[in-house]
């Protein structure tokens, strides 16, 4: 059961990326036909990105210790040592700014204004994050699976 | 509305997220840096660590986000998008960096 509440991580994290990606092109052309599109985008994001938060904390905080030993103990340290320790604490930023998302889609995004480029952007830092989590992930998990091998 | 046409929310809560991806940063590089004191109150004040700190970043976001969102009697911050966007973009790669450089060299 842990390993089905782990794996729904990276899921839910790539939903947030396509979601992401798809609200940054969705910013490129604002009219009134996506505006409401952009809104309900921007919420889905953020929404993803917090469940998947909380899932990783919850997994994380409750079953990580046995595999962080398994790491330690392999070929790849580096996997907890820096991947692992690099990627909780750069999470926090890409959390805030997945919150931020709504926020800001719900400025006027109408014609070329201001706060529509600026949620592209924000969407685009979210989607690139996120890519940076997944590489991350596999590394953690490439850490564990090289630690559990005979060495 | 204020700056060119940002919204004091806007405008509020992305210096939010700008501060307080700095200030966890910061934050972070303390509670590994004196285990003892800092990082062992953050593990006596909920079950780990980690959640301390989420609970303090989510905290200092709202609260940051709402007072530079009613500053200046209401109007918020006057800020140009694209500067607001460079903020976050040198927030997120400040972090990174920083985050990433001490893990590295650590």
Known sequence: ?151 | MNGKNLSATTVGFGLSVVITSVLSTILMIIKETHEETVMAWMRKATPHHWITHGVIVVALFVVLGLLLSKTGGGKGVEMKSSLLAGLLAAAAALSFVAISGFYLLE
């Not at chain 1, 400025?107 to 706060?115: H, N, V, Y």
């Open chain 1, 1 to 151: 059961m842990s390993h089905l509440i782990l794996m729904l991580h990276p899921m839910l994290g790539m939903l947030a990326i396509l979601a992401a990606g798809w609200l940054f092109v969705e910013t490129r052309h604002v009219d009134a036909q996506n505006g409401q599109r952009i809104i309900s985008l921007s919420n889905v994001t953020a929404i993803l990105v917090w469940i998947s938060y909380i899932v990783a904390g919850y997994w994380y905080v409750v079953f990580y210790a046995p595999e962080k030993a398994v790491i330690l103990k392999g070929p790849w340290p580096f996997a907890h040592n820096y991947f692992m320790e690099t990627k909780e604490h750069v999470f926090f930023v890409l959390l805030l700014l997945a919150t931020y998302l709504p926020i800001a889609a719900r400025d006027d995004l109408t014609g070329k204004s201001p706060a529509r480029s600026l949620t592209g952007w924000v969407a685009c830092l979210v989607a690139l994050l996120g890519i940076m989590m997944e590489g991350y992930g596999a590394f953690i998990s490439m850490g564990v699976k090289l630690g559990a091998l005979p060495h």
